[in-house]
């Protein structure tokens, strides 16, 4: 079954860089959407950066230029680089993938799958 497992979240000070990893396993189909949310007010969970099935990637406004999302195939792993990062960044982040898609993705709902959460500390 598939598994995401996420790595790489910690404290910084605004202004500084994190990467996040999420480590995928179990994948049985080769058209996925994946990507990366976190958390906001209570248990709402709002989309950073999302890649398609088709390759197209879409970036929260609030993270655009400041973000990047990407996809390492061999290692099955998914990343998001956080630059320039500021104190309302810090939060709870969560890769999520959703398996056999063929429409864009970016809603909660659209994602099956999801992983346990990476905790982000901006000072």
């Known amino acids: 079954h598939v598994q995401l497992v996420e790595s790489g979240g910690g404290s910084v000070q605004a202004g500084g860089s994190l990467r996040l990893s999420c480590q995928i396993s179990g994948l049985t189909s080769t058209s996925n959407c994946m990507g990366w949310f976190r958390q906001v007010s209570g248990r709402k969970r709002e989309a950073v950066a999302v890649?398609?099935?088709?390759?197209?990637?879409k970036y929260a406004e609030s993270v655009m230029g400041r973000f990047t999302l990407s996809r390492e195939s061999a290692e099955n792993t998914l990343y998001l680089q956080m630059s320039g990062l500021r104190p309302d960044d810090a939060t709870v982040y969560f890769c999520?993938?959703?398996?056999?898609?063929?429409?864009?993705?970016?809603?909660?709902?659209?994602?099956?799958?999801w992983g346990h959460g990476t905790q982000v500390t901006v000072s």
């Open positions: 999520a993938l959703e398996q056999h898609s063929y429409n864009p993705c970016w809603a909660r709902g659209d994602f099956g799958y």
């Open positions: 890649l398609n099935h088709d390759g197209s990637l």
